[in-house]
Nanobody, 121 residues
Framework: QVQLVESGGGLVQAGGSLRLSCAASGRIYSINALRWFRQAPGKQRELVAGITSSGSTSYADSVNARFTISRDNAKNTVYLQMNLLKPEDTAVYYC???????????????WGQGTQVIVSS
């Protein structure tokens, strides 16, 4: 019904930058919250950043002032600009979208497949 496709992951040295993208496609009436999560090996998935439909943003303390989440509603796309990357940012990054598929329907949760980010020291 709705697909989320992430891109932009890769290998980068500590102090470097990456920009993740997540494009939603399929049957979409509107998109409410968009979020980025990450999961490092042996750890639980954690919320990294979120952005509401009105553009309000929030961040985990560990990434605040280094990461910036943004969205392009015309493209149904959410971005995560990651600067000053640290080895502890190494993880698989997943996007999440709360999508209203049909008008007057409740929002449904969808996840991307994940994109690997590796930060070398």
């Amino acid at each position: 019904q709705v697909q989320l496709v992430e891109s932009g992951g890769g290998l980068v040295q500590a102090g470097g930058s990456l920009r993740l993208s997540c494009a939603a496609s399929g049957r979409i009436y509107s998109i409410n919250a968009l979020r980025w999560f990450r999961q490092a090996p042996g750890k639980q998935r954690e919320l990294v950043a979120g952005i509401t439909s009105s553009g309000s943003t929030s961040y985990a303390d560990s990434v605040n002032a280094r990461f910036t989440i943004s969205r392009d509603n015309a493209k149904n796309t959410v971005y995560l600009q990651m600067n000053l990357l640290k080895p502890e940012d190494t993880a698989v990054y997943y996007c999440y979208a709360a999508v209203v598929v049909y008008r007057n329907d409740n929002a449904r949760q969808f996840w991307g497949q994940g994109t690997q980010v590796i930060v070398s020291s």
